[in-house]
C-alpha cells in the first residue's frame, strides 16, 4: 500500500483515481497547486507525491521539500512545455499525462523489477527484496521491543519503507507501545492466511496498521493480545508470511519472542504446535540479527549464556550485539569498558554497539505512545540508536541513486 498525495486536473485526477484504489493505494489528500503540497507534507506524510508537471504544480520548492522528507514525486506532463519544466528542475520520474495507471504504477512501486537471474523471471518465482533484521534478547526485559520499534523509526526516516512485526508468540508489546488497536493481531491474521495460501497484497493491506509520523512512517503487524494464541503462529505459518509481507516493503522488523528452548524436549508428541517455532522461524529468515542485553551482571550473564545458544542457530557474522542501559550505577567506573571487557573475555565478543541508559527518555515515548524520534528527538539514547542503524543496518548511500525514492542525488544537476 502506497500513500499518495494528487496535485492533479480535475479531469485527469477523475480518469486515474479509480485504477488508484483497485491497486490498493491510499489517497491522503487531492490538493491544487505546491504550496498546498508543500505545507501538507508533516502532516500527510505521504510516500509519493504525484503532480502535474506545470508550473502551478511543481517548483523547485516542492522538490526540495520532498527530497528532505525522502518522498517520491512522479509528474504528469501534457506537453513538451510541461515536460521542460520538469527537465529543468531537475526531476526526472516524468510520464505523459495521458497515460495510464498501469504504467505510472510502475514508478510508484519504485521502477521496473529487474530480475537478478533470467532463471527465476523465467519461471516465475518470487524474488524477496526486503532485508530482515531480526531483534532478540534474552529474558528480562533487555528492551528488543524498544529497540525493534525504534530501529524501525530511524530505517523509515532514513527514507525507506518498512513493515515493523510482533512475532513474540508469549504476548505481543510493539501495539501498546505505539499506541495502536490490537484487538485483532495482525501478524497472527497474516500466519492463518498464509496458511491457507490466501496471503496476498489486498490481505496484507486490510489487516495492517500504520504508525504515522512526519518523515518516519511506517506499517505495523501487531502481535498477540495473550499468551495462549500462540499455536497460531506455526513455523510454516510463520516463514510465509514474512516472505510475503517482504515483497512489499525493503526493510521488515521483527520482534521475536526469547526462549531459544527447544518445545520437542518437553513432550514426546512430534506432531503438537511448538512455543517457540515463531522465534525459530523469525531467526531462520533473517538477514541480521540483533542481540540485545541489559547492562547489569544479571543482564550480561543472560546475555552471554543467550549468545551461545543463538550462534549454534544463526552464523555468527549475522548477529549484532547491542548492550542496553549502560551505567555506571549498576557497574561502577567507566561502564562502557567493563562491558566490553566481559564481553571479549568470556564470549570472545570484540565489537559491540553500547546504548546508554535514558530513563526520561523512554518514559516519554512510553507515555505519549511514540517513537524516541518523535518523543525525545534530542535524547542521547535516540542519537545512539540512530547512529547505530545508520553504520550497521542500513548500506552506504549511493552517490547517484537512493533505491525507491527520487531524492536530491538522483534528480539534480550540478546546476540545481
Do not use: K
Not at 110 to 138: D, T
Amino acid at each position: 500500500m502506497t500513500r499518495l498525495a494528487l496535485a492533479l486536473d480535475p479531469a485527469t485526477e477523475d480518469r486515474l483515481l479509480a485504477d488508484v484504489v483497485e491497486h490498493g493505494h491510499t489517497v491522503v489528500a487531492r490538493l491544487v497547486g505546491w504550496r498546498d503540497v508543500v505545507d501538507s507534507l508533516d502532516v500527510l506524510a505521504p510516500d509519493v507525491v504525484l503532480v502535474g508537471a506545470g508550473r502551478v504544480t511543481l517548483s523547485a520548492e516542492l522538490l526540495d521539500a520532498c527530497d528532505e522528507r525522502g518522498i517520491r514525486v512522479i509528474a504528469l506532463a501534457s506537453g513538451d512545455g510541461e515536460r521542460s519544466n520538469a527537465t529543468q528542475l531537475g526531476l526526472h520520474e516524468v510520464v505523459d499525462r495521458s497515460a495510464t495507471w498501469s504504467e505510472i504504477e510502475l514508478l510508484v512501486r519504485g521502477g521496473v523489477p529487474v530480475p537478478s537471474r533470467v532463471g527465476e523471471a523465467a519461471s516465475g518465482s518470487a524474488r524477496r527484496s526486503a532485508e530482515l533484521i531480526a531483534v532478540w534478547g534474552p529474558a528480562g526485559a533487555p528492551g528488543r521491543t524498544t529497540l525493534a520499534v525504534n530501529a524501525a523509526a530511524e530505517i523509515a526516516a532514513a527514507g525507506h519503507t518498512v513493515a515493523l512485526v510482533d512475532a513474540d508468540p508469549y504476548g505481543g508489546a510493539v501495539a501498546p507501545s505505539l499506541g495502536l488497536l490490537d484487538e485483532a493481531p495482525g501478524f497472527a491474521s497474516a500466519c492463518r492466511l498464509a496458511g491457507g495460501d490466501a496471503l496476498d497484497r489486498a490481505e496484507l493491506e486490510r489487516i495492517v496498521q500504520r504508525y504515522s509520523a512526519p518523515r518516519a512512517s511506517f506499517d505495523v503487524f501487531t502481535g498477540l493480545v495473550g499468551p495462549s494464541r500462540w499455536p497460531e503462529l506455526a513455523h510454516d505459518r510463520v516463514t510465509a508470511a514474512l516472505q510475503a509481507i517482504a515483497g512489499q516493503v525493503e526493510y521488515v522488523v521483527i520482534d521475536t519472542g526469547f526462549s531459544l528452548e527447544r518445545d520437542e524436549e518437553l513432550t514426546s508428541d512430534q506432531f503438537a504446535p511448538r512455543r517457540n517455532a515463531a522465534t525459530f522461524a523469525c531467526l531462520a529468515a533473517a538477514d541480521r540479527v540483533i542481540a540485545v542485553g541489559l547492562a547489569d551482571p544479571v543482564g550480561l550473564s543472560r546475555l552471554l549464556r543467550g549468545h551461545g545458544e543463538l550462534v549454534e542457530l544463526v552464523d555468527a557474522d549475522r548477529v549484532d550485539v547491542v548492550v542496553n542501559r549502560v551505567r555506571a550505577a549498576a557497574l561502577g567506573i567507566d561502564a562502557h569498558a567493563q562491558v566490553r571487557q566481559t564481553l571479549r573475555r568470556f564470549a570472545g565478543i570484540t565489537e559491540a554497539t553500547l546504548l546508554p541508559h535514558d530513563g526520561r527518555s523512554t518514559d516519554a515515548a512510553i507515555l505519549t505512545a511514540r517513537t524516541l524520534r518523535d518523543a525525545a528527538p534530542r535524547s542521547p539514547l535516540r542519537a545512539a540508536l540512530r547512529e547505530y542503524v545508520l553504520d550497521h543496518v542500513l548500506p552506504v548511500p549511493e552517490p547517484l541513486r537512493r533505491r525507491g525514492f527520487a531524492l536530491a542525488p538522483m534528480r539534480r544537476t550540478a546546476a540545481g
